[in-house]
C-alpha cells in the first residue's frame, strides 16, 4: 500500500518568514494530494490540493509543488502569520473508480512566533 | 450546509462497556471514512464505505472494532469490549468523488475509557 513520509516534524518560523513541509509518497500511481490544517482541538481541513497533471498550485500566501519523477511534493507558505500556527498533514491516494483512500502523512507541527 | 456531524463529541467509559459513535455524512457524499487519531500513530484509517458498501477495513485494529452503513446517511463505529488503548479522537469523513476530492472532516470523537 501506499506510504507517506512527512518532514519536518516540528517548525519554528518567525512571523513574516516563509515555511516549507515537505512529503515523499510510495505508491507512483497515486495522483491525488492533499494538505489538511488542523488547529489544536479542532478538525484537519482541506487547505490546497494538488493533482498529478500539474506541477504546482498556488492560492493566495500558500503554494504546492509535485515532482512525479521524484514522488514528492510540497507545501510553501510565505509570510507567515500567527494564525498559521497548527499542524499540517499531507496526504496521497490514486483514484480508481470509486475504490481509493487517503494515506496521511505523521504531520508537520508549525509554530509562528512573533 | 452543516458539515459532517458525529456523536457524542466526548466519551468517557469503563473499560470492557460497549461504545458506538454516529456519523452523519455531508448528504450527496457517497464515501465515508473512519480515522483514529493518537499522539503516537497519527490519523489512521479504520475503514471505508463507497455507496454503503466497505470497501478496506484493513486498519481495524481488532475484532472489538465493528463499523455499519445502513443508509446514506448514517454511519456507526462500535467498540465491544472498550479497552484503554482504544483512547483516541475518532473521526468521521465523507467525500463526494473518492480520491479526486477533498474529505471533509467531523469535528471528532473524544474517546477516554478508563
Known amino acids: 500500500g501506499e506510504n507517506v513520509e512527512q518532514h519536518p516534524s516540528t517548525l519554528s518560523v518567525q512571523e513574516g518568514d516563509s515555511a516549507v513541509i515537505k512529503c515523499t509518497y510510495s505508491d507512483s500511481a497515486s495522483n491525488y494530494f492533499p494538505w489538511y490544517k488542523q488547529e489544536l482541538g479542532k478538525r484537519p481541513q482541506l487547505i490546497i490540493d494538488i493533482r498529478s497533471n500539474v506541477g504546482e498550485k498556488k492560492d493566495q500566501r500558500i503554494a504546492v509543488t509535485l515532482n512525479k519523477t521524484a514522488k514528492h511534493f510540497s507545501l510553501h507558505i510565505t509570510e507567515t502569520q500567527p494564525e498559521d500556527s497548527a499542524v499540517y498533514f499531507c496526504?496521497?491516494?490514486?483514484?480508481?473508480?470509486?475504490?481509493?483512500?487517503?494515506?496521511f502523512g505523521t504531520g508537520t507541527r508549525l509554530q509562528v512566533t512573533l | 450546509d452543516a458539515g459532517v456531524i458525529q456523536s457524542p463529541r466526548h466519551e468517557v467509559t469503563e473499560m470492557g462497556q460497549e461504545v458506538t459513535l454516529r456519523c452523519k455524512p455531508i448528504?450527496?457524499?457517497?464515501?465515508l471514512f473512519w480515522y483514529r487519531q493518537t499522539m503516537m500513530r497519527g490519523l489512521e484509517l479504520l475503514i471505508y464505505f463507497n455507496n454503503n458498501v466497505p470497501i478496506d477495513d484493513s486498519g481495524m485494529p481488532e475484532d472489538r472494532f465493528s463499523a455499519k452503513m445502513p443508509n446514506a446517511s448514517f454511519s456507526t463505529l462500535k467498540i465491544q469490549p472498550s479497552e484503554p488503548r482504544d483512547s483516541a479522537v475518532y473521526f468521521c469523513?465523507?467525500?463526494?468523488?473518492?480520491?479526486?476530492?477533498?474529505?471533509?472532516f467531523g469535528s471528532g470523537t473524544r474517546l477516554t475509557v478508563v
Open positions: 469523513a465523507s467525500s463526494l468523488r473518492t480520491g479526486r476530492s477533498g474529505y471533509t
Open positions: 448528504s450527496g457524499h457517497n464515501s
Open positions: 496526504a496521497a491516494s490514486m483514484w480508481a473508480g470509486t475504490a481509493s483512500k487517503l494515506t
